[in-house]
């Protein structure tokens, strides 16, 4: 049996990396509108209710209207928008949140991609909450350097073609702490309270790096940074997209520095943890176009349909 599979939003950076994923899939049939239609609700609505799987690769307006055109029961939807990550009648594309979370999602037929940033941030700081490691009401803090293709076409084409000279430097936005993506981090960390969070875009196209800084001296269990790696560890130790790496800091750095694209055009996100008994930093390194958007939309499009979870993704 083939699985009819359509990408609403086809033109855009998801939804492009979705298809290249797709591709690679045998066992499916990639159904396309025809450009001129793209905004033609009478042929998006067929297609939608046609296919067995929808990704929805689209703005949250865009996103709910879609849905609320699918009528078909056995159309199952991905949506890689912010419009539905903490609704409670959607499950949170993210396998690796805890036990249950494959299995719910497995068995959904609405699926909510995790924005980006709050994959790192999530995976980096919720095994710590879920060990009482960090108490609830922990004042938790975190940055993100990114690159431009996560602001979509528009920012890509102003770094690829404006020429303009600030943008040779890294530049922090959000800064009134109202970043989409803080919903779900609150949401899904454990924590009472959302990150205070400042993302940076950096003049490259892709790869990720979320910084979160602990302080021991406000942990409600004793944990020294080696404790902290072992326990990561030990919680991922059989998720195969996700690697906790040696606490050795200078094998993970090139002469100091932190490689933040080695992830790049992979699924696979690799979770450090550096530091000493005062401070320390969980570092999750990703792709934003891979573990960060499109990635983790065909990893949970392989869990929804029975697949090998990497099929399309190693």
Not at 220 to 238: F, G, P, W
């Amino acid at each position: 049996m083939k699985y009819k599979i359509f990408v609403d939003g086809q033109e855009g950076t998801t939804g492009l990396k979705i298809h290249d994923y797709l591709s690679k899939i045998s066992d499916i049939e990639v159904l396309h509108i025809e450009p001129e239609k793209r905004k033609d609700a009478a042929a998006r609505r067929a297609l939608l209710n046609e296919a067995d799987v929808v990704f929805l690769c689209l703005p949250d307006a865009a996103s709910k209207e879609a849905v609320s055109m699918v009528s078909n029961p056995n159309t199952k939807v991905i949506d890689a928008s912010t419009a539905f990550r903490t609704h409670p009648e959607w499950t949170y594309g993210l396998p690796e949140l805890h036990k249950k979370q494959r299995k719910q999602i497995q068995h959904s037929s609405r699926v909510a991609v995790p924005g980006c940033h709050a994959t790192g941030y999530i995976l980096a700081i919720q095994p710590l909450v879920a060990e009482g490691i960090i108490a609830k009401d922990y004042p938790a803090s975190c940055y993100s350097l990114t690159g431009y293709s996560g602001g979509g076409k528009k920012l890509i084409a102003e770094y690829e073609n404006s020429g303009k000279e600030q943008l040779s430097a890294p530049r922090p936005y959000a800064l009134h702490l109202n970043h989409k993506h803080l919903p779900e981090m609150k949401f899904y960390s454990g924590l009472d309270a959302a990150p205070t969070f400042t993302p940076i875009v950096g003049n490259y196209y892709q790869g990720d790096a979320v910084t979160v800084p602990l302080s021991p001296r406000m942990f409600t269990k004793k944990a020294t940074v080696k404790d902290i790696q072992e326990l990561l560890a030990s919680h991922y130790a059989d998720e195969r997209f996700i690697r906790v790496m040696p606490y050795d800091s200078a094998a993970n750095l090139e002469e100091g520095f932190f490689n933040l694209m080695q992830c790049n055009h992979t699924n696979r996100l690799d979770l450090f943890v550096f530091g000493h008994e005062e401070g320390i930093s969980l570092v999750s390194r990703f792709d934003n176009l891979g573990k960060g958007a499109s990635g983790a939309a065909i990893q949970n499009m392989n869990l929804m349909l029975g697949f090998d979870e990497g099929t399309g993704l190693e």
